[in-house]
């Protein structure tokens, strides 16, 4: 079992900077990959961006530049810099594992944290 729990989020004006964090605890040495996800009101969740167990990122179009994915394995946290935030990328934004047990796979969920941008 792997718990997340993500902190960081809160409200900034267009233009500014948030970074958020996504703490895992339980078994974080099954943790393959990690991502972010963010959701709209209205909208699908979506990916934002994910980094693998050796660092390989994958980014959105629409955060490509802006947004940075980090990790640090020794103390199980995923980190989400966002810079020059838009009212766009107001969203609940959820910390994503993917665990790997006996012939399979597992996905963790975090709470979610909000991001609210301010035009």
């Known amino acids: 079992q792997v718990q997340l729990v993500e902190s960081g989020g809160g409200l900034v004006q267009a233009g500014g900077s948030l970074r958020l964090s996504c703490a895992a605890s339980?078994?974080?040495?099954?943790?393959?990959?990690m991502g972010w996800y963010r959701q709209a009101p209205g909208k699908q969740r979506e990916l934002v961006a994910a980094?693998?167990?050796?660092?390989?990122?994958n980014y959105a179009d629409s955060v490509k530049g802006r947004f940075t994915i980090s990790r640090d394995n020794a103390k199980g946290t995923l980190y989400l810099q966002m810079n020059s935030l838009k009212p766009e990328d107001t969203a609940v934004y959820y910390c994503h594992a993917i665990a790997t047990g006996w012939l399979t796979e597992y996905d963790y969920w975090g709470q979610g944290t909000q991001v609210t941008v301010s035009s």
């Open positions: 339980g078994s974080t040495s099954s943790i393959n990959a």
């Open positions: 980094i693998s167990s050796g660092g390989s990122t």
